[in-house]
């Protein structure tokens, strides 16, 4: 009304003979001052009004994702013995990639899994030792430029053997950091995954392992134990396949609820400013405020974060017969609020100290602190 009134004098005034003669007059400027600032609010505000509501249709809110932590995070109980809070293997690792794999497998660690395992491939494993003697390496997987045609088969069934042997310990796998995408690698990997599947192992799926099941989506389709973890690039390659569309940021929510329940029963963390999850039922986001840091690295942390708080769902759950608040919440959601909000709070906190050059290293070394903070472990 203010600013119709405000509208109304100005073309009364420019109408007017004396609109010279006043022009140049304080009350004219302050009135068109006016008019522009409460003209200008008013688009803007009523522009972000008209996102706010776009975005909030639907049934996403942001996530408790702190009393999630709490109710998810096992106590450090003298009872228990190694492995009780989690046995998290991570298949990556190539010739190109060595990073990826290790801030997975380490991150994973450092949250408070057990054992943390990297099955890659042999050029890449001696690199992956060396960063840490807290992981266990296989080097197991093979690409195409090291083998032969005629020795594929062989090779293949012997590293499925291998895997297969240890796949009933995991509490979860973690596919596709630096894996880079030689076929036949890829080809193992999707065996892998069959087997994962097959022993209800829960699988979340990251970086080339997006790659793999954006070309196979019958890999993960109708497999409740599946998580994939897309950022900008492999989300694009996901919506454009599946959905047959370009991704419509005005409609984030409902698009990764359609693109869930498109796939079939799985969960999807799509990465971004705010992180968005969804499995086909609900959407939920993580906003907290994070690094403007974009060093990579970063997603790979997340990966083996949401593996081991996905870990300590299911168990959660599974002892709780039903009498906790997140009772009624997806494991598999509920290990990716957590993941997500972990995984900000940390780079906020590597931030502020290292600012500009803040790298993912520094990211993991705040891991701790940053659950420590919500749950104390004494
Ligand atoms: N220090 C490291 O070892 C890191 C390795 N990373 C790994 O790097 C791989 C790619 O991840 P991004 O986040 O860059 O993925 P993106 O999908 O964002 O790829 C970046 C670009 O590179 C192209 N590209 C990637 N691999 C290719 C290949 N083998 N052949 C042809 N084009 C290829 C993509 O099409 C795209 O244009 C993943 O395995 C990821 O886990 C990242 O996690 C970052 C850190
Ligand atoms: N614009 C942003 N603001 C704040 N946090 C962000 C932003 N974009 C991504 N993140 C956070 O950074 C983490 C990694 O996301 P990113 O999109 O960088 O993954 P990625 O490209 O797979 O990383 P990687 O280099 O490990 O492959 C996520 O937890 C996400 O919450
Ligand atoms: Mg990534």
């Known amino acids: 009304m203010f600013v119709k009134h405000c509208m109304n004098s100005q073309f009364t005034l420019l109408g007017s003979a004396k609109y010279c003669m006043l022009a140049s007059s304080a009350v004219i400027r302050r009135q068109q001052f006016l008019i522009r600032t409460l003209g200008g609010y008013t688009d803007q505000t009523h522009l972000k009004r008209m996102q706010q509501t776009k975005a909030m249709s639907g049934t996403a809110f942001e996530a408790d994702s702190e009393n999630i932590l709490r109710a998810i995070t096992p106590n450090l109980d003298p009872s228990k013995h190694k492995g009780q809070a989690g046995k998290i293997a991570v ?8 990073g990826a794999p290790y801030f997975a497998a380490i991150s994973a660690l450092k949250i408070g899994a057990d054992l943390s395992h990297v099955f890659c491939t042999k050029d890449a494993a001696a690199v992956i030792k060396s960063y840490s003697p807290e992981l266990i390496v296989h080097p197991i997987l093979e690409e195409s430029y090291s083998i032969r045609d005629e020795d594929k088969p062989s090779i293949s069934s012997k590293v499925l053997a291998e895997v297969n042997k240890w796949m009933e310990r995991f509490d979860c796998l973690v596919v596709g950091p630096g894996l880079g995408r030689d076929p036949f690698l890829l080809d193992c990997v999707r065996e892998i995954m069959k087997h994962a599947r097959r022993s209800n192992v829960p699988i979340v799926i990251d970086g080339d392992g997006l790659f793999l099941v954006t070309d196979s989506l019958d890999l993960v389709s109708g497999y409740p134990l599946a998580v994939l973890t897309p950022n900008v690039n492999e989300y694009k390659r996901l919506v ?4 047959n569309c370009k991704v419509d940021d005005h409609d ?12 079939g029963s799985i969960t999807i963390l799509r990465k971004g ?10 959407v939920k986001s993580v906003s907290i405020y994070g690094s403007p840091r974009r060093c990579g690295g970063q997603g790979d942390i997340l990966s083996g974060s949401v593996a081991v708080f996905l870990s300590w769902a299911r168990q959660r ?8 608040p997140i009772s009624k919440i997806n494991p598999t ?31 993991i070394e705040c891991l701790g602190k940053s659950l420590e903070d919500i749950c104390p472990a004494i």
């Not at 298949?91 to 060595?98: D, L, M, Q, S, V």
């Not at 454009?240 to 959905?243: F, R, T, W, Y």
């Open 317 to 324: 759950l599974s002892a709780a017969e039903g009498d906790l």
């Open 273 to 282: 400013k705010s992180d968005l999850i969804s499995d086909g039922e609900t």
């Open 333 to 363: 959601v509920l290990g990716c609020i957590a993941g997500s909000a972990l995984m900000r709070k940390a780079a906020s906190l590597a931030f502020q100290n290292k600012k500009r050059s803040t790298l993912t290293s520094d990211i």
């Open 240 to 243: 454009e396949k599946v959905l």
């Open 252 to 263: 984030a929510h409902e698009q990764l609820l359609s693109l869930a329940k498109g796939i």
């Open 91 to 98: 298949i990556g690792g190539c010739r190109e990639y060595t």
